[in-house]
């Protein structure tokens, strides 16, 4: 559906940002369980620690970013608060942190950055860990004790809330796969880790409403779009239905209907999360291929790849790609977010590519495959492109380089990257203009833009 305009615009308003997290950015943060992990050998690639990572802490440097962020043309941008620093000890909580982050806070909003605040990126506070983390049963009173305490500090200056960041890869990488603390393998732990986070996402829902009214109050949600491998075949049909389910579903029938569905419920509805989302935050990074695998009952017979055919990013510390670059799957995911009807932010999305060779491509078409479906009706409100600067990325320690500038790990000097420019140009079109898609993706000018 080609179209005859020089420019695919987003709708007005149109939230553009970037989305960065605490313990990748701030630097100094050793009271987490992350920080623990990452002294363990073998952990994270290459032994490195997260250390100085970006140098946010130092709001000094965090402002100097901002500066970059805003002069892209920017006019959001995600961050996170880290527990640890807020509550060091259980039912302690720092006013100085606090007061750090509402400064911090106050210099996005001076750059006409609107915050959007997520509350749980990951991270843990030690003394949570010691308690059993997210298996405790406890966890959804902690978390909205301090919840409670966050937007009472900065909720004069925050409306857009995220409660969790994909709460399906913190259960499924530390309790399925253990390449994240505390690097168990159990379907029954990781199960109920996602159960005690749903709940903990409606509780956070109803403790921020209660406070404040007006609030945007959302999850980030991270969609994995299931292929069928060979999607003639019944049974490969039947793999990506359940792959998808266990992905998907089971968060998104949580947080949108209020019912625990399979691994985590029995089906049962659960009046705090019943609607608790203002909105829906999509996390899109990847499109991901099912297949029917009688020799993995442990995986209800499903096995997932990225279709070798397909165009991979770089290679994680495990050897495997860490996506498929599928701008499509961007169409696909807010297709089916939309059913739900509700506003969307695209709260995440982003690769690795240390040599900028294909990010501008990717963000001009996976936004450009956004435009479609807003055409076709998704309510889609705004685009944080992960990241702005390089940062810690978790067991990839600073190998895996997703920002739209570069930071040099010595001196943690930033340059800007190609991308950065075609983000700006963007962002400050609030569109795609065709000149931008003839330059970074020639190839896909004929499906987007007529003559
Ligand atoms: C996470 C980020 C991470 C990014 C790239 C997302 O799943 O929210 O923290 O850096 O993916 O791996």
Redesign the pocket.
């Known amino acids: 559906m080609p179209d005859s305009r020089s420019i695919l615009k987003m709708p007005v308003p149109f939230r553009w940002g970037v989305a960065t ?1 605490a313990h ?1 950015n701030e630097g100094d943060n050793t009271n987490n369980q992350w920080a623990a992990w990452e002294r363990q050998e073998g952990r994270i690639q290459n032994g490195q620690l997260s250390g100085k990572a970006t140098g946010w802490w130092d709001l000094a440097e965090a402002a100097a970013d901002f500066d970059r962020a805003a002069d892209l043309g920017l006019n959001s941008l995600r961050l996170s608060v880290e527990w640890s620093r807020i509550e060091p000890e259980e039912g302690v909580f720092s006013a100085t942190a606090l007061r750090r982050y509402h400064e911090m806070i106050g210099l996005l909003c001076e750059r006409g950055l609107e915050p959007m605040v997520t509350l749980h ?2 991270t843990d506070p030690m003394w949570l860990a010691w308690l059993g983390g997210w298996e405790n049963p406890r966890v959804g009173d902690y978390f909205g004790r301090f919840v409670a305490r966050v937007v009472d500090a900065l909720g004069d200056q925050v409306h857009i809330w995220c409660t969790i ?2 709460p399906l ?1 913190y259960a499924y990488s530390g309790y399925l796969e253990g390449s994240f603390p505390p690097g168990a393998r159990s379907l029954p732990r990781a199960s109920r880790v996602l159960r005690r986070m749903m709940l903990a996402h409606g509780r956070a829902y109803r403790v921020i409403h209660a406070a404040q009214n007006d609030a945007m109050v959302g999850i980030a949600h ?1 969609m994995q779009v299931m292929l069928p491998a060979h999607p003639g075949w019944l049974l490969d049909r039947y793999a990506t239905r359940l792959a998808d389910h266990l992905a998907n579903g089971t968060s998104l029938t949580a947080v949108l209907l209020g019912r625990l569905t399979p691994p985590i419920g029995w089906g049962e509805t659960v009046p705090e999360l019943i609607d608790s989302a203002d909105y829906m935050g999509l ?1 899109y ?1 990847s499109t991901v291929r099912a297949t029917f695998d009688p020799t993995r009952p442990a995986e209800l017979f499903t096995r997932r790849f990225l279709d070798p055919h397909g165009e991979l990013s770089e290679l994680t510390k495990s050897g495997q790609h860490f996506s498929e670059i599928n701008p499509r799957g961007m169409y696909l995911a807010l297709k089916r977010l939309s059913a739900y009807k509700k506003p969307i932010y695209i709260t ?1 999305n ?1 690769l690795p590519d240390r040599l900028d060779a294909i990010r501008p491509r990717f963000i001009a078409t996976h936004l450009a495959e956004a435009w479609r479906a807003i055409q076709e009706g998704a309510d889609v409100r705004g685009y944080y492109h ?1 990241t702005l600067v390089d940062n810690f ?2 067991s990839e320690g600073y190998n895996l380089k ?1 920002g739209l500038f570069e930071m040099d790990p010595e001196t943690r000097a930033r340059t800007s990257r190609t991308s950065a420019a075609v983000y700006a140009r963007i962002a400050q079109a609030n569109g795609i203009p065709r000149q931008v898609m003839e330059r970074v993706a020639a190839g896909a000018v004929p499906t987007y833009f007529a003559g």
């Open positions: 997290a990748q990126h990951f960041n994909e890869v991270h996390n990074y995440e982003g992960w990325e978790w997703f």
